[in-house]
């Protein structure tokens, strides 16, 4: 004889094994009413088309032949011949071994934005780091785009977009958010955060002042935070292109210069025509129809045009005061001096008149 317990155990393992099955049984009924669901709803969507194509073909022939519709006769599809440079005869491509050196605030969001819309390229990317022997010249080395702005407006334009990413993550304050509390980006912004709002008071020039601080302590403290305060000035111009290496491959580096009063769309356009005649990744009359496709685009960007997705919310912003851009213009003097050196070896006019117009805003001789 089975004890309580002992029957017990049993007449409850009967259930769950029950049980098991009811569900199992349920879950094949309903997947073959969903099943049953698609294939009535497909019979009907070709019932439906058939029906539409049979009335188009009777439309067809009472029209002249220069409008008429052509179908598949075997299977009542409807074929519409693709113009040339259309979306869905230029195809995605990596662009081979092309590379868009991307130091942040500087147009890179645009660029690709456009490569991908516009060209439907794929670049390779060096964002928001330098790329480790970026300038190592190998077997697969191509065409290097470097993006390229004045170091002050960069540097206002990246501490005010911190700004932002601190206000849409003001969650990480709160304690009581402990999925997000602990993690390392709340933990970055929780120690950002005081700085920007007590410290700066939303204010560029309160931390660019610090850059020339006669108090050393201040002036280390500052050093340090533009170092660690978001990309704000983790890596300058000379950290991307370093002086000594970027020279060796000066050939096939396109610098696309972002400066106000200048048509920066066109010359990303330009950059990859460039970079095109030197390192082809398709056959001419394959690029021809991107060129195309490129051009429509153009038209549709005229009217609403392609901005980066990194935007600085402007109506925000503190303007930089003078005695804090020429705190600035004292801290980059190494990288407008480099910048000289990029003028010289610009592919095209728009470049070098460009990078001559932040030479002349910031006075460099």
């Known amino acids: 004889m ?27 009924n309903m997947r073959g009413l969903v099943q049953f669901a698609r294939t009535e709803e497909t019979s009907l969507s070709l019932a439906t088309r058939s029906s539409n194509a049979s009335s188009s073909r009777n439309f067809a022939s009472t029209t002249p032949a220069s409008n008429a519709i052509s179908f598949n006769t075997t299977a009542d599809i409807e074929i519409v011949e693709k113009p040339e440079g259309s979306g869905k005869d230029v195809k995605f491509k990596e662009a081979s071994w092309w590379k868009l050196l991307h130091m942040g605030k500087d147009g890179g969001g645009t660029i690709r934005e456009i490569a991908r819309t516009d060209w439907r390229i794929r670049l390779r990317e060096c964002h928001p780091f330098p790329c480790p022997f970026v300038f190592k010249r190998s077997k697969g080395f191509t065409s290097q785009l470097v993006t390229i702005r004045d170091p002050i407006d960069r540097f206002v334009s990246a501490f005010y977009y911190r700004g932002l990413r601190l206000e849409e993550k003001a969650f990480c304050l709160n304690s009581s958010f402990t999925y997000y509390h602990g993690t390392k980006d ?16 939303k204010n560029v020039t309160k931390f660019a002042i610090g850059l020339c601080s006669a108090n050393e302590t201040l002036r280390n403290h500052t050093l340090y935070e533009k170092k660690h305060f978001g990309n704000v000035g983790r890596y300058d111009l000379h950290d991307w292109l370093v002086p000594g290496k970027w020279e060796m491959v000066q050939d096939l ?77 004292k801290y980059f003097e190494k990288d407008y001096q480099q910048l000289k050196e990029v003028r010289d070896i610009c592919k095209s006019e728009y470049c070098s008149k460009a990078i001559q117009s932040i030479l002349d805003r910031r006075e460099v001789t």
Not at 2 to 26: D, H, M, P, Q
Not at 256 to 261: H, L, P, Q
Not at 286 to 298: I, L, M, S, T, V
């Open 2 to 28: 089975y004890s309580a317990n002992e029957r017990r155990f049993v007449g409850s393992l009967a259930l769950f094994v029950l049980a098991i099955f009811s569900f199992a049984s349920s879950n094949l």
């Open 186 to 201: 709340c933990k970055k912004v929780q120690r950002e955060y005081p700085l920007y709002y007590d410290v700066w008071k």
């Open 253 to 329: 580096l396109y610098p696309i210069v972002m400066e106000r009063g200048f048509n920066f769309i066109e010359e990303v356009d330009a950059s990859f025509e460039w970079a095109y005649t030197k390192t082809p990744f398709e056959p001419k009359e394959d690029f021809a129809r991107r060129r195309a496709f490129q051009e429509k685009r153009r038209e549709k960007r005229k009217k609403s045009s392609v901005n980066s997705q990194h935007l600085s919310g402007k109506e925000s912003q503190i303007p930089l005061s003078s005695l804090g851009s020429s705190c600035l213009r």
